[in-house]
């Protein structure tokens, strides 16, 4: 699980919590189900059976993989819809290629992200490339939703290219936690991704026997998802292990320990961070769209079947299925 590694000894170091600092604790452990997405890669639904409104201001997160293809097994998916909120595809092994109605797209790999805001509405693909399909290989990578509210969700749609080298890294004080800040503002250390509505995303790697005490943005919620490994969560030392998600108490600061024992495949425990600012709308949903009313899910649906989301381009990618 290369996504974007470093020496962690050579990075800028994080400052302890403070004293009198509140220490987070867990409200509740989820797992991931597991199933199939698109054209029939598997996921694990990370957000199955949480309340929407702890999630708030996220909507949905799929974890692709981790898996190893065989030849032509790969597959992603076809050209669909969104409406009314923004995609987060985040590539920790192998490749995506992405294209989209509004003239975004490229190559999503190892540690890249994109950053797709759907906004009024917008067709995208995502589809593995000819070369993993055809010779097969490891694949592993988390797709995100997050809301916008009412007043940006019908704004022109956007995308951002964001590459592994331009995540903002940083480490523990002993060299334990590699951390990665994709997006929003964590203990001073700010991502590149531009976002609508304040949230912050971040993957850590944290080695066996060591810990991070992350401070984090008290207006946020607290959401920890393991991306491999085992280890604890939060002030009572919860065990979390691959799939599991913790949603966390308010407070100042986070923590979250690896084990001191770890599988073959995975030398460390792997962490999705997330958190943001609630931001307290009714959400109506329905398949590709996320809006506030159903009227609201009814006009997309409409406006989808008319052609007013946009138009597949005439040099569009389509996904490889040829031997």
Do not use: C
Request: hydrophobic fraction near 40%; aromatic fraction near 6%.
């Amino acid at each position: 699980m290369p996504a974007v590694t470093a020496d962690p000894l050579t990075l800028p170091r994080l400052e302890a919590p403070g004293a009198g600092s509140r220490e987070r604790a867990v409200r509740s452990v989820t797992t991931a189900p597991q199933g199939y997405e698109g054209e029939g890669f598997p996921v694990r639904r990370a957000f199955a059976g949480v309340d929407l409104r702890d999630l708030d201001p996220f909507i949905h997160m799929d974890q692709m993989g981790e898996v190893e293809y065989a030849p032509y097994e790969p597959k992603g998916t076809p050209w669909h819809p969104h409406r009314g909120f923004e995609t987060v595809t985040y590539i920790l092994d192998g490749t995506f290629l992405h294209q989209d109605s509004h003239g975004g797209g490229g190559v999503i790999s190892d540690g890249a992200t994109q950053w797709m805001t759907a906004g009024g509405g917008i067709l995208h693909i995502e589809t593995p490339p000819e070369e993993l399909v055809v010779k097969g290989g490891l694949f592993h990578g988390v797709q995100l939703w997050v809301n916008l509210p009412a007043k940006d969700k019908m704004r022109p749609p956007a995308y951002q290219n964001l590459e592994g080298g331009q995540v903002a890294l940083t480490a523990t004080p002993d060299g334990g936690a590699l951390v990665r800040v994709i997006a929003g503002e964590v203990a001073g250390v700010r991502g590149p991704g531009s976002t609508h509505t304040p949230i912050a995303v971040v993957h850590a790697t944290v080695v066996p026997g060591a810990e991070l005490a992350l401070p984090w943005p008290t207006g946020f919620n607290g959401l920890v998802y393991v991306l491999a490994g085992d280890g604890t969560v939060g002030s009572g030392g919860q065990p979390l292990r691959t799939g599991q998600l913790a949603l966390l108490g308010e407070g100042d600061f986070l923590r979250v320990r690896a084990d001191r024992v770890q599988d073959s495949r995975h030398p460390a425990l792997e962490v999705l961070l997330l958190g943001g600012a609630p931001i307290r709308e009714p959400i109506a949903t329905y398949g590709p769209f996320v809006m506030n009313t159903r009227a609201e899910l009814a006009q997309a649906v409409e406006d989808y079947q008319k052609g007013r989301l946009g138009v597949i381009p005439a040099d569009a990618l389509m996904p490889h299925t040829g031997r």
